[in-house]
C-alpha cells in the first residue's frame, strides 16, 4: 500500500490531509514520495523556525541524544534548568513548567489561574476566563472549552464550565462579560486559527488595565506568536504590557514537541510540587533543540522577519486577486477573492506548500527562508490568486 492507503486504513480520519506524502525536507523545501519539489511555506504550521534539517540545530539534538535522551522529572537536567534560565532572562518572567504541546501549555495555564485565584479568594470563589470570540487554545477539553468557536465545541458536550467569551476589541463586552467571579482575562494577540487577526494594541493595554485594577490575571497565548515568529521574540513585547502568564510551543524547540508555560511576579509560586507534571516534559533533547533556536534567535534574525514582513505585504496588497492582508511578522493571512482552500490546492499543485485560516490564505514561512525561494512561492501564489 501507498504511505496515503495504509494512513486512511490505520489512522484516526481527524484530519483533512492534502494527497502529498513528504519524505524530506532541507531548509524551505519538501520532497514527497514521487520526488516532486515544494516550497515550504507552512513550516509545520510554525513549527520548523529555522527551516527542516537545519545542520547545527540537528546537531545539537543529537548531541544530547546521545548524551542522555530521557529522564523522570524527579531528577535535574542540565539542558531543562539552562532552559528554562534562558526564557527568563529573555523575558523577565520568573518561573517556567516545561511540557509538550501548546494544548498542554495553555491546559496549565488554565489550571495555574485557578489555583491561584483559590489560594487568594478561596477555593471557587472566581473561578471564571474569559477570553475571546473566535480564538483557539487546544483541543483538550480545558482548551477547548477556553477555545471562542462554538463549531469546535459541537459534539463533544458536557464541556468543562468556567469560560466565558467576547468579542474581540469591545471593550464594554469585555467588562460585560468579565461580570462575578472572575480570576483571568485569556487572549492570543494574533488570533491564529481564528484567521490571523490582530488585536489592537489599545485594546489589549486595557485590558491589562482592567485586569490590575480588579486584581485578575492577564493569560497570554503564544503558542503560535512566539519564537520570532512575529518579529519579536514573544509578541507581547510589541504591546508594552507586562502578563501574568505567557504560553508558547510550536516554534521554540525548532520541530520537536515543547511547550512552556512563563509565569511572572504574581504567579511564580503558585505551582507547588504534586500540583501539576509531565513525563515527557522538558525532555532533554527537545531541550537542546529549543536552546539552539533561541541561540539563534537574535536581533539581527527579528529584523530579517519584520524585513521580509513588509516584503510579503509589498508583493501582496492590491495584487489581483489579493483584497487583503493581516498579521505580524512571518504570520500572515491573506484574503482572496478566490476561496482560500482552492488557492492553496493550486499552490500546492504547482509546487508550493501554504496554509489556510478561515477564508483565509496562512502563510507561516521559517523565519530564515531565503529571500529567492520566498519570492518565488508569492509568485505562484500571486498566480493562484489571480486566476
Given at each position: 500500500?501507498t504511505?496515503?492507503?495504509?494512513?486512511?486504513?490505520?489512522?484516526?480520519?481527524?484530519?483533512?490531509?492534502?494527497?502529498?506524502?513528504?519524505?524530506?525536507?532541507?531548509?524551505?523545501?519538501?520532497?514527497?514520495?514521487?520526488?516532486?519539489?515544494?516550497?515550504?511555506?507552512?513550516?509545520?504550521?510554525?513549527?520548523?523556525?529555522?527551516?527542516?534539517?537545519?545542520?547545527?540545530?540537528?546537531?545539537?539534538?543529537?548531541?544530547?541524544?546521545?548524551?542522555?535522551?530521557?529522564?523522570?522529572?524527579?531528577?535535574?537536567t542540565?539542558?531543562?534548568?539552562?532552559?528554562?534560565?534562558?526564557?527568563?532572562?529573555?523575558?523577565?518572567?520568573?518561573?517556567?513548567?516545561?511540557?509538550?504541546?501548546?494544548?498542554?501549555?495553555?491546559?496549565?495555564?488554565i489550571?495555574?489561574a485557578?489555583?491561584?485565584?483559590?489560594?487568594?479568594?478561596g477555593?471557587?470563589?472566581?473561578p471564571?476566563?474569559?477570553?475571546?470570540?473566535?480564538?483557539?487554545?487546544?483541543?483538550?477539553?480545558?482548551?477547548?472549552?477556553?477555545?471562542?468557536?462554538?463549531?469546535?465545541?459541537?459534539?463533544?458536550?458536557?464541556?468543562p464550565?468556567?469560560?466565558?467569551?467576547?468579542?474581540?476589541?469591545?471593550?464594554?463586552?469585555?467588562?460585560?462579560?468579565?461580570?462575578?467571579?472572575?480570576c483571568?482575562?485569556?487572549?492570543?494577540?494574533?488570533?491564529?486559527?481564528g484567521?490571523?487577526?490582530v488585536?489592537?494594541?489599545?485594546?489589549?493595554?486595557?485590558?491589562?488595565?482592567?485586569?490590575?485594577?480588579?486584581?485578575?490575571?492577564?493569560?497570554?497565548?503564544?503558542?503560535?506568536?512566539?519564537?520570532?515568529?512575529?518579529?519579536?521574540?514573544?509578541?507581547?513585547?510589541?504591546?508594552?504590557?507586562?502578563?501574568?502568564?505567557?504560553?508558547?510551543a510550536?516554534?521554540?524547540?525548532?520541530?520537536?514537541?515543547?511547550?512552556?508555560?512563563?509565569f511572572?511576579?504574581?504567579?511564580?509560586?503558585?505551582?507547588?510540587?504534586?500540583?501539576h507534571?509531565?513525563?515527557?516534559?522538558?525532555?532533554?533533547?527537545?531541550?537542546?533543540?529549543?536552546?539552539?533556536?533561541?541561540?539563534?534567535?537574535?536581533?539581527?534574525?527579528?529584523?530579517?522577519?519584520?524585513?521580509?514582513?513588509?516584503?510579503?505585504?509589498?508583493?501582496?496588497?492590491?495584487?489581483?486577486?489579493?483584497?487583503?492582508?493581516?498579521?505580524?511578522?512571518?504570520?500572515?493571512?491573506?484574503?482572496?477573492?478566490?476561496?482560500?482552500?482552492?488557492?492553496?490546492?493550486?499552490?500546492?499543485?504547482?509546487?508550493?506548500?501554504?496554509?489556510?485560516?478561515?477564508?483565509k490564505?496562512?502563510?507561516?514561512?521559517?523565519?530564515n527562508?531565503?529571500m529567492?525561494?520566498?519570492?518565488?512561492?508569492?509568485?505562484?501564489?500571486?498566480?493562484?490568486?489571480?486566476?
Amino acid at each position: 500500500m501507498t504511505t496515503q492507503q495504509t494512513s486512511e486504513q490505520y489512522l484516526a480520519a481527524t484530519y483533512a490531509r492534502f494527497p502529498v506524502a513528504f519524505t524530506r525536507g532541507e531548509g524551505s523545501l519538501l520532497w514527497d514520495d514521487t520526488g516532486k519539489e515544494y516550497i515550504d511555506l507552512g513550516s509545520g504550521i510554525a513549527v520548523n523556525t529555522l527551516g527542516l534539517a537545519d545542520a547545527a540545530w540537528a546537531e545539537a539534538v543529537s548531541a544530547q541524544l546521545r548524551a542522555l535522551a530521557h529522564t523522570s522529572n524527579l531528577y535535574y537536567t542540565q539542558p531543562q534548568a539552562q532552559l528554562a534560565k534562558v526564557l527568563c532572562e529573555c523575558t523577565g518572567m520568573g518561573k517556567v513548567f516545561l511540557s509538550n504541546s501548546g494544548a498542554e501549555a495553555n491546559e496549565c495555564m488554565i489550571k495555574a489561574a485557578r489555583k491561584w485565584s483559590n489560594d487568594r479568594f478561596g477555593e471557587g470563589k472566581r473561578p471564571v476566563l474569559v477570553t475571546l470570540e473566535g480564538s483557539f487554545h487546544g483541543r483538550t477539553y480545558a482548551t477547548l472549552a477556553a477555545t471562542g468557536q462554538p463549531a469546535m465545541h459541537e459534539g463533544f458536550a458536557p464541556l468543562p464550565t468556567g469560560f466565558r467569551y467576547a468579542k474581540p476589541g469591545d471593550i464594554d463586552d469585555m467588562l460585560a462579560k468579565l461580570g462575578d467571579g472572575c480570576c483571568a482575562i485569556m487572549i492570543e494577540l494574533v488570533q491564529g486559527e481564528g484567521g490571523v487577526n490582530v488585536l489592537e494594541q489599545s485594546y489589549v493595554q486595557a485590558l491589562a488595565a482592567i485586569a490590575k485594577e480588579r486584581d485578575m490575571l492577564l493569560l497570554i497565548d503564544e503558542v503560535q506568536t512566539g519564537n520570532g515568529r512575529t518579529g519579536t521574540l514573544f509578541a507581547f513585547e510589541q504591546y508594552d504590557i507586562v502578563p501574568d502568564m505567557v504560553s508558547t510551543a510550536k516554534g521554540l524547540a525548532g520541530g520537536l514537541p515543547l511547550g512552556a508555560t512563563l509565569f511572572g511576579e504574581r504567579t511564580a509560586g503558585v505551582l507547588t510540587a504534586g500540583s501539576h507534571g509531565s513525563t515527557f516534559g522538558g525532555n532533554p533533547a527537545c531541550c537542546a533543540g529549543a536552546l539552539h533556536v533561541l541561540e539563534r534567535l537574535d536581533e539581527a534574525m527579528f529584523c530579517e522577519v519584520r524585513a521580509k514582513h513588509e516584503y510579503i505585504r509589498a508583493s501582496l496588497e492590491g495584487a489581483p486577486g489579493i483584497l487583503g492582508v493581516t498579521g505580524l511578522g512571518l504570520m500572515l493571512g491573506i484574503s482572496t477573492a478566490r476561496p482560500a482552500k482552492d488557492i492553496v490546492n493550486e499552490c500546492l499543485a504547482q509546487g508550493v506548500a501554504l496554509l489556510t485560516a478561515k477564508e483565509k490564505v496562512r502563510l507561516l514561512p521559517a523565519l530564515n527562508i531565503p529571500m529567492e525561494l520566498l519570492e518565488k512561492g508569492l509568485e505562484v501564489l500571486k498566480r493562484a490568486a489571480g486566476a
